[in-house]
């Protein structure tokens, strides 16, 4: 069996469907190798649990970073001040970047937050589409870090 259909498959299906299709297969195969089909259902189960979980995971770390690569450069801002931000994956796909603003401060005795408003650039020139979104940020003991509450925003599309 060629493997390159395969990947292909699951590279044009999308993060969505990698869990199905994966367990479509090892179901698939497994029951037709054991020539029982209940085995084929369960491996084909516990196949799309696990590769849900795997690729829900991936991607939480994936924005994890975004936010915390958003966090520290606010939090170094001056609040009414303006900066770029960007984030480059170890594996280079849907490294983003944009703008972003601190847009006011807010000091509490628990914690010092922040408001900021930042854009998400897709594109260059004529073809350059920006899309902005606002979130809050808290001062930690390591650093700043994303504080806004999830999923409240849509950028994250499936994750939610």
């Not at 369960?42 to 994936?62: F, K, M, T, W």
């Not at 975004?66 to 009414?80: H, K």
Request: charge should be negative; aromatic fraction near 8%.
């Amino acid at each position: 069996m060629k493997i390159w259909p395969l990947l292909a498959v699951l590279l044009l299906a999308g993060c969505n469907t990698t869990a199905q299709v994966a367990a479509v297969v090892a179901g698939g195969a497994a029951g037709g190798v054991t020539g029982n089909p209940a085995v084929g259902f369960l491996i084909g189960v516990a196949v799309d649990a696990g590769a849900n979980y795997v690729v829900r995971y991936y991607g939480r770390s994936r924005q994890g970073a975004e936010q915390d690569a958003i966090a520290e450069v606010a939090g170094e801002l001056p609040v009414g001040t303006e900066a770029a931000w960007k984030i480059e994956h170890d594996i280079p796909i849907g490294n983003e970047h944009g703008g972003l603003r601190v847009v006011r401060a807010i000091d509490t005795p628990l914690a010092a937050c922040r408001e900021v408003a930042f854009s998400v650039d897709e594109g260059r020139g004529e073809k350059l589409k920006r899309a902005w979104f606002t979130a809050d940020i808290c001062k930690q003991a390591a650093g700043w870090k994303w504080a806004s509450a999830e999923p409240a925003v849509e950028r994250w599309g499936f994750l939610q």
